[in-house]
C-alpha cells in the first residue's frame, strides 16, 4: 500500500500563493503516477494535475495551466503542488492520489488506487 498524506492548505486571498505537499509512505517504489484532483462543494471531484514518478512527466487540467506547477522530491518521497495566481474557483478541498498501475491516465479519477485525506484551500476575493 501507498500512503498519500496532504498538508498546505489554507485561506488566501485571489492573486495570491500557496504551496501543498502530499507526503507518500508505504510501499512509494510501486508508484507509477501521483495527482491531484480537488472537489468543491457539490461538485464532481476533478483532475488538477499529475506527475510520473520515474520520469517526471507531468499533466494538467486546462484551467491550471500557467498558474500551477506540480513537482516531486524522489528522495523525500513527496510531490508538490505550487499554487499561483490564485482564483476564487480554485476554492476546494485537494486531494493526493496514487496509481500503482502501468498505463494509469493521469485525469482518470478511477485509475488511482490510494488516496489523502484532503486539504482545504479557500481563495477569497
Not at 520520469?55 to 491550471?64: A, D, E, L, Q
Not at 508538490?80 to 486531494?95: C, R
Request: aromatic fraction near 12%.
Amino acid at each position: 500500500q501507498v500512503q498519500p498524506v496532504e498538508s498546505g492548505g489554507g485561506l488566501v486571498q485571489a492573486g495570491g500563493s500557496l504551496r501543498l505537499s502530499c507526503a507518500a509512505s508505504g510501499r512509494t517504489f510501486s508508484t507509477y503516477v501521483m495527482g491531484w484532483f480537488r472537489q468543491a462543494p457539490g461538485k464532481e471531484r476533478e483532475f488538477v494535475a499529475a506527475i510520473t514518478w520515474r520520469g517526471g512527466n507531468t499533466f494538467y487540467t486546462n484551467s491550471v495551466k500557467g498558474r500551477f506547477t506540480i513537482s516531486r522530491d524522489n528522495a523525500k518521497n513527496t510531490v508538490y503542488l505550487q499554487m499561483n495566481s490564485l482564483k476564487p474557483e480554485d476554492t476546494a478541498v485537494y486531494y493526493c492520489a496514487a496509481s500503482i498501475r502501468i498505463g494509469t491516465i493521469p485525469s482518470r479519477v478511477d485509475h488511482y488506487d490510494y488516496w489523502g485525506q484532503g486539504t482545504q484551500v479557500t481563495v477569497s476575493s
